[in-house]
C-alpha cells in the first residue's frame, strides 16, 4: 500500500500528503491507473483521520493529478505525470519514451517523425552558420519579432489560407506558448474561457494556471456545437473561446465551413474573442477557410511549425486585430522576452525555400500510410481519424471501463498510449472510454508492433488483468 514518508514536508498534513502524492506521481512510484489507498487505510497508516486524507486528495484532484469516484477508489490520472511544484497541469505527457529506455513505444504524444527531417535539419543548421548577417541573429529583437520573420510568419498562414498581415504577426515559442500568451494578453483573472467539452489538456493548464475559468462545450464529430455554445453564452458570456476546428485533439473533427461561419456569427452576437489553434490545419482533407477568418476583427489565428516541421524550434505566430499587437507582444516579453532569433531565422529558411511546405507534405503522406496500418490492425474497433492525421481517438469495448485503466496496462507492456480522461475538460468522465494513440513517433515496424499488441489487449477483459 502506498505509505509515504510526509517528513520531507512542511505545512498542515493534507497538503503534506498532498505533496507527497504529487511528488510520487511525477517520479512515477504512482503509474497513471494506479488505485490509492482507501481513506481508511491511508488514514490508520499515518495515524490521522479520514477526512484528512481526504482533503489530501480533493487537492490532487484539484490539480488534475487523480480522480476518484465513489465506491470504486481514486486512481492516479491517465497521463498525469507532473513535476510536483507544477500547478494544475491535467494531462501532462508521460516521459518520452527515449528517456524510459529503448525497448518503450511511445504513441501518447501527437508529433511528426523527426527521423523523416533530419537530413533537411542538418542543412538547415549547416546554412544558419553560413548566414552572411550572423550577428544579426545574436541580438535581441524589437518586441513581436524581426520584420523578416514576422513576414515569413504571414507567408505561411496564408499558405493555411488565412489572409494575414506581417504587421500583425507575433512570434511566439509554438502555439502552447501562444496559447498562453492569447489568455494571458487578451483576458483577466476570474473571466470565463471556453473550449471544446474533449480537448488538448495544454490548453486547461494554460487556462487553470493564469487563473481563469476554464468551462467545455459539448463537442460532436466537427467539434464544437453551435447550439451548445449558444445555451453557454446565454448562461454566461465567456471572454474568449479557443477552438481546434481542424483535425481536433482529441477527436479528430474538421469544422465545416458552415459551422465555422455559425461559430464566428455567435462570437460575434455574444461579443467574445475567438482563438483558432489551427496547428493541425495543414492535415485537413481537403482546404478549408480557418475559422480565424469568419470573424478577423475578434480573432486570433494561431500556428506553429511544431506539427508541419520541427517542434524543437518552439517556433510558432500568432496573428490578431492591429489593436491585440501591443498586448500580445508584451505577453510574450513578460514569459520568454523574446523568441530566440536564431530558430526563427530557420523557420524563416524553411517557409521561403519552399521547404516547411515539402515537409509538411512528407509527414501527411507518413501519416497516411500509417493510417492505413492503423486500419488493418484495429479496424475492427471504433475509432475516428483523418485520412492523414497523426492520431486517433478510439473508443474501448465495452468490457473496459476506463481508458486510464487501459493505457495503465499497455503502460505494463512498455507500451504508451494516452488515457481519454486527461482530454475531458469539464472532468466529467466524457473522455473516459477511450483512448487517444498517435502513430507517428515510432518507426513504422515498430507501430505495426504496438498496434497488434494493443488490438490483442483490447480483447482483454480488465478484471482479468486486475
Ligand atoms: C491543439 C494543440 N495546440 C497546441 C499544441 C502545442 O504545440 P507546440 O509544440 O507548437 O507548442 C498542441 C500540441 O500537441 C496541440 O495539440
Not at 58 to 80: C, M, N, P
Not at 220 to 245: H, K, N, S, V
Not at 249 to 258: D, H, L, Q
Not at 407 to 423: E, M, P
Request: contains cysteine; hydrophobic residues 45%.
Amino acid at each position: 500500500m502506498w505509505t509515504p514518508n510526509l517528513l520531507d514536508y512542511e505545512g498542515p498534513i493534507y497538503e503534506k500528503i498532498a505533496a507527497a502524492l504529487a511528488r510520487d506521481i511525477a517520479s512515477g512510484v504512482l503509474p497513471p491507473g494506479a488505485r490509492l489507498p482507501t481513506l481508511k487505510a491511508l488514514a490508520a497508516a499515518l495515524g490521522v483521520t479520514p477526512g484528512t486524507v481526504n482533503r489530501a486528495y480533493e487537492v490532487a484532484q484539484r490539480q488534475g493529478l487523480v480522480d476518484g469516484e465513489v465506491g470504486r477508489g481514486t486512481f492516479v490520472r491517465g497521463s498525469a505525470v507532473a513535476p510536483a511544484s507544477a500547478p494544475a497541469a491535467p494531462g501532462m505527457p508521460p516521459p518520452a519514451a527515449a528517456d524510459l529506455g529503448n525497448d518503450w513505444i511511445d504513441l501518447s504524444i501527437i508529433k511528426p517523425n523527426v527521423h523523416l527531417q533530419a537530413g533537411y535539419a542538418r542543412t538547415l543548421l549547416r546554412d544558419l552558420a553560413e548566414t552572411p548577417d550572423l550577428s544579426g541573429l545574436l541580438d535581441y529583437t524589437p518586441d513581436g519579432g524581426r520584420p523578416r520573420h514576422r513576414e515569413a510568419g504571414a507567408r505561411w498562414m496564408q499558405a493555411m489560407g488565412m489572409p494575414a498581415r506581417a504587421e500583425q504577426v507575433v512570434l511566439t515559442a509554438g502555439s502552447q506558448h501562444g496559447l498562453w500568451v492569447a489568455v494571458n494578453a487578451l483576458t483577466r483573472p476570474d473571466e470565463l474561457v471556453l473550449c471544446e467539452s474533449l480537448c488538448y489538456p495544454g490548453i486547461a493548464s494554460v487556462v487553470l494556471s493564469l487563473g481563469r475559468r476554464l468551462k467545455g462545450v459539448a463537442t460532436d464529430d466537427q467539434g464544437m456545437t453551435p447550439d451548445a455554445l449558444r445555451a453557454q453564452c446565454r448562461d454566461e458570456r465567456p471572454a474568449l473561446t479557443i477552438c481546434i476546428a481542424t483535425c481536433q485533439n482529441p477527436t479528430a473533427g474538421v469544422m465545416s465551413v458552415e459551422r465555422r461561419e455559425r461559430i464566428a456569427a455567435i462570437a460575434r452576437e455574444f461579443d467574445f474573442i475567438l482563438v483558432d489553434d489551427d496547428i493541425y490545419g495543414f492535415l485537413a482533407p481537403e482546404p478549408l477557410p480557418p475559422l480565424a477568418s469568419f470573424a478577423p476583427e475578434r480573432s486570433l489565428y494561431l500556428t506553429s511549425l511544431s506539427k508541419s516541421a520541427l517542434p524543437s524550434l518552439r517556433l510558432g505566430y500568432v496573428h490578431g486585430p492591429a489593436e491585440w499587437l501591443t498586448r500580445l507582444a508584451a505577453s510574450v516579453r513578460t514569459s520568454i522576452w523574446m523568441v530566440s532569433p536564431l530558430a526563427a531565422q530557420l523557420a524563416t529558411t524553411l517557409i521561403d525555400s519552399g521547404k516547411a511546405r515539402e515537409l509538411a507534405s512528407t509527414q501527411r503522406g507518413e501519416a497516411a500510410a500509417r493510417q492505413l496500418i492503423a486500419r488493418e490492425l484495429l479496424g475492427h474497433h471504433a475509432y475516428r481519424a483523418l485520412p492523414a492525421s497523426y492520431h486517433l481517438w478510439l473508443k474501448l469495448p465495452p468490457h473496459w471501463s476506463s481508458g486510464e485503466q487501459f493505457a495503465a496496462l499497455a503502460r505494463s507492456h512498455k507500451l504508451i498510449v494516452a488515457g481519454g480522461d486527461s482530454f475531458a475538460m469539464n472532468r466529467d468522465g466524457e473522455g473516459r472510454q477511450y483512448v487517444r494513440i498517435a502513430l507517428m513517433g515510432p518507426t513504422r515496424e515498430q507501430l505495426r508492433f504496438a498496434l497488434t499488441k494493443l488490438a490483442g489487449l483490447l480483447s482483454t477483459p480488465d478484471a482479468a488483468w486486475l
